[in-house]
Nanobody, 121 residues
Framework: QVQLVESGGGLVQAGGSLRLSCAASGSIVSIGAGHWYRQAPGKQRELVATMTSAGNTNYADSVKGRFTISRDNVKKTVYLQMNSLKPGDTAIYYC???????????????WGQGTQVTVSS
């Protein structure tokens, strides 16, 4: 079964850091574009960071300079390093990625289950 499994969320004080991981499992050949989204209570889900299949990155203005998205193609994992965290970063964080699975000639988009990040003041 192909899936994205997230880890690394938790409770941290303002100014602290967390690193989220999103590991692809199953018959995965490769990871293409990867994204991190977040959804705070009562708000719409928003795109936080993107890494294209070519390795180009883009960030929401609210996290530029604090968050870094990266990818390990061998481990088939996408990461989100979050530094200088603020209470406004509190949300459920979801990863989303295009995966090439064994036997297919095209990518399929998958979502992770989400991981809670809570930043206390």
């Amino acid at each position: 079964q192909v899936q994205l499994v997230e880890s690394g969320g938790g409770l941290v004080q303002a100014g602290g850091s967390l690193r989220l991981s999103c590991a692809a499992s199953g018959s995965i050949v490769s990871i293409g574009a990867g994204h991190w989204y977040r959804q705070a209570p009562g708000k719409q889900r928003e795109l936080v960071a993107t890494m294209t299949s070519a390795g180009n990155t883009n960030y929401a203005d609210s996290v530029k300079g604090r968050f870094t998205i990266s990818r390990d193609n061998v481990k088939k994992t996408v990461y989100l390093q979050m530094n200088s965290l603020k209470p406004g970063d509190t949300a459920i964080y979801y990863c989303n990625a295009n995966l090439r699975t064994s036997g297919r000639s095209y990518d399929t988009n998958y979502w992770g289950q989400g991981t809670q990040v809570t930043v206390s003041s």
